[in-house]
């Protein structure tokens, strides 16, 4: 076969080997300083969301050189960073809490057990195509849960930032926590907070191109030496071990395996939805595309790199991502050059980072997030398409009033909800053929295009189970409606690839129906898969292999020309002899086309020869008794 793995390019089934063999020197800067720039902002926030994700601030060292490597290898975007992700470490906080303390060893140890087996998660998805299901995210629904996300992550900042503490799984159950505390807020912590956040803001504002996190954070580890905050009571990060850790499995006992199982599926595709965006915006912008079942593997084996070597759950950046784009990244050779740059501050540089205070790194995460709060994007919605915007609130406050894997749940399950209800609308499409021309037009744009007698109805989406109850009602109701009544009804299904046996059995009550009131059921763009299942089911047999037709001008062709009532016969026949002599002489028309453009051309002008088009006598497809 084709496409199979072994008679693939080796740059589709190595993506790194689609960059590095054409590799230029020219590149190697703009690479070497986009690396530099992702190592900058991810050395601060990453140790932020290494806390957001109930692990030690070191642990982001072990996990993102890992995850940084393993998509440079296997990813098929050349911007997109897979480090750490704000909302993947809530994810993951949210599931282990369920299943030790924070802080303690079984925490770690199941948190990178956690990030393994979301990996193998990712990569079987990967592995067995199910790339194609971002086509099933609602962006509507996923702009809400992203933004309610955003907001927890910031509640969840707000103790940090006013040096209290205060725990809860929801955002709802942490502000009852806060509220009573507010009063016990360290004036000192909440001011270095605020600094911090102001400096952040500012510097983003006034000079984008400088590492804005890293040089508050540098600006706040030299204020706690020289005003000594800790000894002031300001909390600071402390001793953090200096190194990296050696691969190795993490030790979890089989018991914790169904909630770790729930949870990596739900942070596997968090991982993806929040990276299949961007990576698409970026190949559009520079050109290439994008492998949605690679990026599943790829991303896959960066959280089972992070996981082996006992770090966190990971994901795409957009913040980073954007910095890498920025910088002028042209390959994943920057991505490289941010895991090499992190693994030696790991290395050598951790001790520069004790006494950076807490609070900074809750005002990093609360910048790094309130770029996902899309409060346009929601206006937007609420403009265009009010169920879009109810949708989106639906999950925003989902995420806000419980805990996170179950607010996934509900995001998931109302993204499914929204494609099944959609596509389970009687969605019809009329056409007609407009004077001179056979291309089917639709009646909305031209109604005076209407064939007399000849209702054609097109279903705007796949006919399946869903709907195909509802659009047998809307075709009967608008044969109905019609006048004057028609004598045939053709059905346009070149929409439906597919079919099950509800939509067959629709049609054939659809059939049923229409021949009771005197009206024939014709069929076209009929796909293989599903004629085969209509003659396996009988169908065909009841509604007849001759009211098949291969398109729609082949229909409204059979109608004219083999029914006798139809009106303006004449009229329309010249009509058609003209057509298929501009046809059959038009440049580019194969020959068979022009073979069979001149069979029909005959066949026209012996109809027009012979009694002004009384017939062929070939109505026996029609009722009796009209």
Not at 511 to 520: E, Q
Request: glycine share 8%; net charge neutral; aromatic share 4%.
């Amino acid at each position: 076969m084709t496409d199979s793995v072994s008679e693939q390019p080796a740059g589709r089934r190595w993506p790194v080997l689609a960059w590095v063999p054409g590799y230029q020197r020219a590149w190697l800067r703009t690479d070497v300083i986009a690396g530099l720039t992702v190592c900058a902002i991810l050395v601060p926030e990453g140790m932020a969301y290494a806390q957001l994700a109930g692990m030690p601030p070191e642990t982001a060292f072990y996990a993102a050189p890992a995850g940084l490597l393993a998509y440079a290898l296997l990813g098929s975007s050349r911007q997109l960073v897979v480090a750490v992700s704000s909302a993947i470490a809530i994810m993951s906080a949210a599931t282990i809490s369920l299943l030790a303390p924070a802080g303690s060893v079984e925490y770690a140890a199941l948190t990178a057990a956690l990030a393994l087996l979301a990996g193998l998660v990712s990569i079987t998805a990967g592995l067995l195509k199910l790339g194609r299901i971002a086509q099933f995210f609602s962006e509507s629904v996923l702009i809400g849960f992203v933004f309610g996300l955003a907001l927890l992550i910031t509640i969840k900042q707000i103790p940090k930032l006013l040096g209290i503490e205060a725990e809860g799984d929801s955002a709802l159950q942490l502000l009852i926590a806060i509220v009573p505390q507010v009063k016990e807020a360290d004036l000192l912590t909440l001011a270095v907070g605020a600094i911090c956040i102001a400096a952040m803001v500012l510097l983003e504002r006034r000079l984008p191109r400088v590492p804005a996190a890293l040089v508050v954070m540098l600006g706040s580890i030299l204020a706690s030496i020289v005003l000594g905050l800790e000894a002031r009571g300001v909390r600071v990060v402390g001793d953090l071990p200096a190194g990296l850790k050696g691969p190795s499995l993490p030790g979890v006992g089989l018991e914790a395996l169904p909630l770790l199982l729930t949870g990596a599926v739900g942070i596997a595709l968090v991982a993806f939805a929040e990276a299949i965006g961007p990576a698409n915006e970026f190949a559009q912008k520079h050109g290439g595309n994008i492998d949605p079942n690679r990026e599943l593997i790829a991303i896959g084996a960066a959280n089972a790199g992070a996981g082996l070597f006992s770090g966190f759950p990971i994901g795409s950046s957009l913040s980073k991502s954007a910095a890498n784009d920025r910088a002028g990244a042209r390959t994943p050779a920057s991505l490289i050059t941010a895991a090499a740059a992190t693994a030696l501050v790991a290395l050598f540089l951790t001790p520069l980072f004790e006494p950076l205070p807490e609070a900074t790194l809750g005002a990093v995460v609360v910048v790094a997030v309130s770029g996902m709060m899309k409060v346009g994007k929601l206006r937007r919605l609420w403009v265009l398409r009010r169920i879009d915007f109810w949708l989106a609130m639906i999950a925003l406050v989902g995420v806000l009033v419980v805990p996170t894997l179950e607010a996934l749940g509900l995001a998931v399950i109302v993204s499914l909800g929204v494609v099944v209800w959609r596509s389970s609308e009687p969605r019809l499409t009329f056409l007609g053929r407009p004077r001179g021309d056979f291309e089917p037009v639709d009646l909305r744009m031209e109604p005076t295009a209407i064939i007399p007698g000849l209702l054609i109805a097109r279903p705007d989406e796949m006919l399946f189970f869903a709907n195909a109850s509802s659009v047998r009602d809307a075709v009967l109701e608008a044969a109905a409606e019609t006048e004057p009544r028609p004598m045939v009804v053709l059905l346009d299904l070149s929409l439906t690839p597919e079919a099950d046996i509800p939509a067959v059995e629709s049609l054939e009550d659809l059939h049923r129906r229409l021949a009771s009131d005197g009206i024939a059921l014709w069929l076209c763009h009929v796909r293989p898969a599903v004629r085969g299942l209509l003659e396996r089911a009988g169908a065909l047999a009841t509604i007849g292999v001759d009211a098949i037709h291969p398109r729609v001008v082949d229909g409204i062709l059979a109608f004219l020309l083999d029914t006798p009532e139809a009106r303006d016969r004449e009229a329309v026949l010249a009509d058609l002899l003209v057509f298929l002599r501009e046809r059959r002489t038009q440049p580019g028309t194969s020959r068979v086309g022009v073979e069979l453009l001149a069979a029909l051309e005959e066949r026209v002008a012996r109809e027009l020869a012979a009694g002004h088009g009384k017939g062929t006598g070939t109505a026996g497809r029609l009722p009796p008794d009209r």
